[in-house]
């Protein structure tokens, strides 16, 4: 392990970052005796960009205010080195002061009259400008020379997002060089030139990774790579033109930028994250993440200590992720010393474990499938509405009905197969014909597969095609129009468009449905699996959006479709035309592969109304397809534990998270709350057997029973969580 790189071997990570009046008060020996405490192998340190703190030879390179002659930069890495620790030196630099902006305005980027972009009180640089491809790059050579750093980070290395077009004479020529065409005048997705901007700024910040790599390891050796930051956010990926995909496929390490967790999603957004950035990535790669100490939430307070909790919580999530501790202060002096009292038992626990927390595998029920092509050209402006929230629907059905699920790259789609038993494409619109043939070829193998809404109807670049391309596999067919839309009911209006409903059937065939007038009795008949726990309704509300769909005469329509009808007056609140023969939810079996398509967007619903019935429904189609062959189950968690499990040699390592919220607000979570007892109940594999499991949270062993092709661990309460570890025999 000694003679691998610094990228494979360091696990827990520090960052102090400076502010500019550090140099006149930060302790040397106090900050040492906290890497230690918390057992960090690596320190991220402020070096340069928006502010030097070494003397720089660069006269527009911003000296901190308090620096002085004084080299604090240097000073920390010298002490650092003295620890053991390896250093990434950080950076700051898609802004400039008003002096530099005088100096060079043609760094700078311009709006379409030809004015800068600001933010508060300094100038956007362009990525496409002199001073990423000659500037920046005499900074890092001279960081380098000065220091010998391990590596290089850049929070805001990918310069401006996509909601602003720089018209800068760098843009406009080398756009132009590239396409043929002009920039684009306005965002509009109808625009081939819009999309081939799109594309061209994608490309440009893969082609920036390089080249700042190839400056940082021909000065400074073949592993001092520069490793930007990545946020966790897939949105906020795209609407910074990171490309995924080709990103981390040429970094050795991820510095993951996701710091907390957001409005909508929980706790449960950091495993996802961490699985979805190995899932692409790989699972042999680090992913540090930059945690708070202080309270960065909505609002944040950049010196107030972030409650203990919701550091415990959002840390342990990552672990159950494969992310690595990385905790992260602002400035090196603080009032509030609350907050250095939270790392120290984490990382402990940490570096304890550390063994079953890298070198493993996941493994899972399902994969659920992405793809930045159908956030980008299928989401649109709307990505959170038509394309995020199916997503997140369906993630967040699975996680809280204790269900094991993998986020897919659609381009990874053909190596599914043998690793899942069911697929889900939650809205996945765009998709290339190359990854609907690997969809099907994942059914061929007798797999299932679930869709939602207008899945497979658009071109990887989103132009609409005639029919779903996956209108063979399911027997559904796209026809003219829909009902509803992406957004909410508006709840201050007398009538909503968006009061809507499903009726459930009975394996009802295609075209066939209830009676004419108005009564509506009660179903006659056995309902399907996917409809369970729902016997005493017929309708369910919907309030979504429905592409119109016709059906293969072998496909059986579960659910059909309610139009809207008046909220108020109460006295009008009835349904004009109770029935229909509009398909909502489509079932079809094809030797033993099973397919269900929810036309009606519950996925979407779910994540945006937190309807449970829509969540049933997803995780009723789930099981009907695993049958007895899901690889674990909980009991006694009320659905707020989620698990993730791993492969180990001959070990089995299980990650339960406990997922209650005391707080909706981001960095407001102040209490833990106990949950269960809870029981873990794990299939065997083949031929195997296990007496004990071990508890490394609780720190204790505990017996298994063998109940046939399971056993069953009594865990006892979660706190914030526990990993269970099973040694096969």
């Known amino acids: 392990m000694g003679s691998e790189p610094w990228y494979k071997t360091a696990l827990r990570w520090g960052q102090t970052n400076l502010v500019e009046i550090d140099p006149a008060r930060y302790d040397d020996q106090w900050w040492r005796e906290h890497w ?45 080195r003295e620890e053991g620790l390896k250093v990434i030196a950080r950076m700051d630099s898609n802004r400039v002061a008003e002096d530099f902006y005088r100096a060079h305005p043609d760094w700078i980027c311009l709006d379409i009259d030809g004015k800068p972009y600001r933010q508060a009180d300094k100038y956007v640089t362009c990525i496409n400008s002199p001073y990423y491809s000659e500037y920046l790059p005499g900074i890092m050579r001279e960081i380098i020379e000065r220091t010998r750093p391990d590596g290089f980070a850049d929070n805001s290395w990918a310069g401006i997002p996509r909601k602003n077009i720089c018209y800068c004479r760098h843009c ?80 050795p390490i991820v510095m993951l930028d996701h710091q907390r967790r957001n409005l909508i999603d929980g706790f449960e957004d950091n495993t996802e994250t961490g699985k979805r950035l190995h899932e692409v990535g790989g699972w042999d790669k680090l992913i540090p993440e930059s945690t708070p100490q202080y309270q960065l939430g909505s609002p944040a307070f950049r010196l107030a200590s972030m409650p203990p909790a919701e550091v415990r919580l959002w840390s342990s999530s990552g672990f159950a992720g494969g992310i690595q501790p990385w905790w992260h202060h602002i400035g090196s002096l603080h009032e509030d010393r609350r907050q250095y009292k939270t790392a120290e038992p984490i990382f402990k626990w940490h570096e304890a474990n550390q063994d079953i927390l890298i070198n493993r595998q996941p493994q899972a029920d399902v994969g659920v499938v992405w793809s930045q092509n159908n956030h980008d050209y299928h989401g649109r402006d709307k990505a959170n509405d038509r394309t995020m929230n199916p997503y997140r629907g369906t993630t967040r059905a699975l996680d809280r009905a204790g269900i094991t699920y993998l986020p897919v790259n659609a381009d990874d789609i053909g190596k599914a197969a043998g690793r899942f038993s069911v697929l889900v494409l939650p809205n996945l619109a765009a998709m290339s014909d190359g990854q609907v043939a690997a969809v099907e070829a994942f059914a061929a193998g007798g797999a299932s597969v679930i869709a939602s809404s207008e899945a497979s109807l658009y071109s990887e670049y989103g132009d609409r095609r005639t029919d779903f391309a996956l209108a063979k596999l399911f027997g559904v067919h796209r026809k003219t129009g829909a009902h509803g839309d992406f957004e909410a009911a508006n709840p201050d209006i007398e009538t909503s468009a968006r009061h809507t409903y499903l009726r459930l059937s009975p394996e009802l065939r295609a075209g066939v449905h209830g009676p004419s007038d108005r009564t509506a009795p009660k179903a006659e008949g056995s309902r399907h699996p996917v409809l369970a726990g729902l016997e005493e309704t017929d309708t369910l509300p919907f309030g979504g959006y429905l592409p119109i769909v016709s059906v293969d005469d072998d496909v059986k329509v579960l659910a059909t ?60 189609a789930v099981r009907w397809m695993l049958a007895d062959r899901s690889l674990l189950r909980l009991e006694g968690t009320h659905g707020l534990i989620t698990a993730t499990l791993y492969q180990q040699d001959k070990r089995q390592i299980v990650h339960l998270n406990n997922r209650v919220l005391v707080s909706r607000v981001p960095g407001r979570q102040n209490e833990l709350v106990p949950i269960g007892p809870v029981t873990l109940r794990l299939r065997k594999p083949a031929g195997k057997a296990a007496s004990d499991a071990g508890l490394r949270v609780a720190g204790k062993t505990v017996k298994v029973r063998d109940e046939g092709s399971e056993i069953a661990i009594d865990v006892g309460a979660v706190l914030d969580h526990e990993v269970i570890v099973v040694d096969w025999s």
């Open 36 to 80: 230690r405490k918390t057992r960090v192998q690596g320190v991220i340190i402020n070096a340069g960009g928006i502010v030097s703190y070494y003397p720089t030879k660069f006269p527009l390179h911003h000296k901190a205010v308090t620096l002085g002659d004084r080299d604090l930069y240097g000073e920390i890495v010298k002490a650092a």
């Open 561 to 620: 479709f309610i139009p809207d009808f008046p909220i108020y007056p109460p006295e009008t609140s009835w349904m004009r035309q109770p029935y229909s023969d509009v398909p909502a939810i489509t079932v079809r079996e094809n030797g033993k592969g099973k397919f269900v398509w929810f036309v009606a967007d519950l996925d979407r619903c779910y994540a945006r109304d937190d309807q449970f019935e829509h969540a049933r429904l997803i995780t009723n």
């Open 172 to 251: 406009t020529e080398q756009f132009f060089a590239w396409s043929g065409v002009d920039l684009p005048r306005r965002h509009d997705w109808a625009d081939e030139n819009y999309r081939r901007w799109i594309r061209w700024n994608y490309k440009r910040r893969t082609d920036l990774w390089e080249f700042n790599n190839k400056v940082t390891t021909e000065v400074g050796g073949k592993d001092c790579c520069w490793m930007g930051m990545i946020s966790g956010d897939i949105l906020n990926n795209g609407n910074r033109f990171i490309d995924l995909k080709e990103i981390l496929a040429r970094s």
